[in-house]
């Protein structure tokens, strides 16, 4: 499956392809008698429980064994070893004892006795995320044993699987022979190829009562395929134009890349209000969850526009090219999060330029949605102290955090400040060469290195970024990035935006995009509550509960704090319209805002001085200057017919 990609290989990259594509194939029978083989059970998946058998060639003596620690594109260790339980190992039947590391908690010790050459593994997982009872995630560190202390991709693996009786499977791992795949027969085993561990952590299954599967883009080398689980079955039959959205994201990040780093890749999609949301990259595929509607219409599909390209643009930015510290060759030792700006912060911006270009959001949408992040990093007081490279650096203790007094924390900023940086480049590219160069050019060179390849790392630092911009135009790209990521920036680059001919300003009326994301078109209320963020300072939940204070902001001066719970606005009771429609009384005028707060057990009055009115903010096009942001946004490729036109008005 290699052979017919070598031509356009440079020598470097070669030597790498065929080392990879070793590591995949057993070469001879004592290869195959060195395979671990691993069977994964789901059968029991509605009573959130998994089951694996692993038999693993040993040898008599100590044998430490490892489950996954440090999971690639988590950025911390979330290894579930916690919910792994049931292990028993036996040889020729006979249990064996094992004891548990002391310090190095994801390892079990064993001693395997004269003449054994294979140790049987059974463990269980208790799996309470990501499923259904007719619909289940397999990410395979919550089933695999392996020999510890060795390279990942060195350690040879043998998956099959069985699932509840008429589900059907979706993943990029090659099923062995023509059997009964997607949908296997019932009670049946479905055995996949050989491959290694790491490629094996790298190959989730999403498996499901409702399944489909839509392929995408035919004419497209390597293929494409949609993947869909839903808990009822109208979620997963998507509509046409999502189809050819999404048909036209392959063709537009073909377009960009000039490159493919896989044999085939297949999007994995779950419609679950259950099983939680998800996005994860892989090299051969992406693991999605949404809401069940979540792609029922335009309107519900704005929120996770970006999703299945951000996650795409994965397998080129952060699977095929991967900062140095982010790579280890064992899911045991500690990432290092430095370049997460590039890895999480190109990818977000090239997921949602993509996005845009390929019609899975409109222009306008984009530049609302960009409007709306650079707000947010423009408010942010803790930029004040902590540059973004450190909230790259600190990715795996902000991951997850408490949302209490973030905007003074800071969290995963790398993401969207990455995206503005990249921004900036890309505009900047373009100033410079007027318009015949962008980051696009940049991307076939750092990203197309090797030109087609299968699943491989190849791994970067930023001297190498800043020689391969040189290679568009000659710049100082080394003080450029020093300045945005390593520094204390107490405003927002908005740089990028301002180069695309808009400026960032705000008006007393949210834009359609954030009314489309905050309040349910059929009139059930709130999705979540109200943007006072940019007026009093609050962000609230739906009920009233405050999440964040913006520090040095009105609610702040007046002394609230996340926790506490709104009661009632100026005499009425709580609500996302009585607390704007005081906002908006207050303008221009002396008289407080009074709140009745409850905060613990304890119920106070809160006044709070603000009067300049609601303030949501948009892009503004300046007049007389390039339209970059738009040409940005313009597709590459001729775009498949979408059946749904999306709105575009500005009311």
């Not at 548990?100 to 593994?121: C, S, W």
């Not at 044993?145 to 060195?154: D, G, I, M, R, S």
């Not at 409109?362 to 709306?372: G, I, S, V």
């Not at 900023?413 to 921004?423: S, T």
């Amino acid at each position: 499956m290699f052979s017919s990609r070598v031509r356009s290989v440079g020598p470097k990259y070669l030597f790498a392809l065929v080392v990879s594509a070793l590591a995949l194939l057993p070469a001879s029978a004592n290869a195959q008698k060195s395979t671990i083989l691993i069977t994964a059970d789901l059968s029991e998946a509605p009573r959130k429980l998994f089951h694996a058998e692993i038999d693993i060639p040993v040898t008599a003596g100590p044998l430490t064994l490892t489950t996954p620690k440090w999971i690639p594109g988590n950025h911390r260790p979330t290894g579930p070893v916690d919910d792994i339980t049931g292990v028993v190992f036996t040889v020729d039947g006979k249990p064996l004892p094992w004891r548990r590391d002391d310090v190095e908690l994801y390892e079990f010790h064993l001693t395997i006795p004269a003449g054994a050459t294979t140790l049987h593994a059974h463990l269980d997982c208790i799996a309470l995320e990501r499923i259904t009872q007719r619909m289940a995630v397999l990410e395979w560190e919550k089933l695999m044993l392996y020999p510890a202390n060795t390279p990942v991709k060195e350690i040879a693996i043998q998956p099959s699987l069985k699932v509840p009786d008429g589900w059907g499977v979706g993943t990029a791992l090659k099923p062995v022979g023509t059997g009964a795949y997607p949908v296997p027969a019932a009670g049946a085993t479905t055995q996949f190829a050989v491959t290694n561990v790491e490629q094996l952590e790298d190959s989730p299954i999403i498996t499901g009562l409702y399944f489909h599967e839509f392929p995408l883009a035919p004419e497209v080398t390597p293929k494409h395929y949609l993947d869909v689980v839903s808990d009822f079955p109208e979620d997963s039959k998507l509509r046409p134009s999502v189809l050819a959205e999404v048909s036209n994201l392959v063709r537009e990040a073909g377009a960009v890349y000039s490159s493919h780093h896989y044999t085939v890749y297949h999007f994995l999609l779950t419609l679950s209000d259950i099983a939680g949301g998800e996005g994860l990259e892989h090299h051969e595929s992406s693991d999605n969850g949404v809401d069940e509607k979540a792609f029922s219409d335009d309107d519900h599909q704005l929120a996770d526009a970006d999703l299945l390209s951000h996650e795409f643009t994965h397998s080129w930015n952060g699977k095929y090219r991967r900062p140095a510290g982010l790579y280890q060759p064992d899911f045991a030792t500690a990432q290092q999060g430095a370049l997460l700006w590039v890895y999480e912060g190109m990818t977000q911006y090239l997921g949602n330029v993509l996005a845009a270009r390929s019609g899975l959001k409109n222009q306008q949408q984009y530049r609302e949605l960009l409007a709306l992040s650079a707000a947010n990093l423009d408010s942010k007081v803790g930029r004040e102290w902590r540059p973004t490279e450190d909230t790259a650096i600190a990715a795996s203790i902000l991951r997850g955090g408490n949302p209490a007094w973030s905007n003074w924390k800071r969290g995963q900023d790398y993401y969207q400040e990455g995206e503005l940086l990249w921004l900036d480049a890309d505009t900047l590219i373009r100033k410079l060469t007027g318009g015949k160069k962008s980051l696009d050019d940049f991307q076939k060179i750092f990203l197309g290195k090797g030109g087609e390849t299968g699943p491989m790392i190849v791994t970067y630092t930023r001297d190498e970024l800043v020689a391969d911009l040189n290679q568009v135009v000659a710049y100082d790209w080394a003080k450029f990035l020093h300045e945005r990521i390593d520094l204390i920036n107490p405003r927002a680059d908005l740089a990028g935006i301002e180069q695309g001919g808009y400026r960032l300003v705000y008006r007393d009326k949210p834009s359609r995009s954030e009314r489309t994301m905050t309040y349910d078109e059929d009139g059930d209320g709130p999705r979540r509550g109200p943007d006072v963020w940019y007026s009093i300072g609050l962000r609230l939940t739906s009920n009233g509960q405050i999440a964040d204070v913006r520090v040095n902001g009105p609610a702040d001066k007046a002394k609230l704090a996340p926790g506490y719970k709104i009661l009632a606005v100026d005499g009425n009771i709580y609500s996302a319209e009585s607390l704007k429609d005081a906002i908006k009384a207050a303008k221009g005028r002396t008289e407080p805002i009074r709140l009745i707060v409850q905060a613990d057990t304890f119920v106070s009055t809160i006044e709070i001085n603000y009067h300049e009115g609601e303030r949501y903010p948009t892009l503004e096009r300046v007049s007389g200057t390039r339209a970059y942001l738009d040409e940005i946004t313009t597709p590459r490729t001729v775009p498949e017919k979408v059946a749904e036109e999306k709105k575009t008005d500005d009311d």
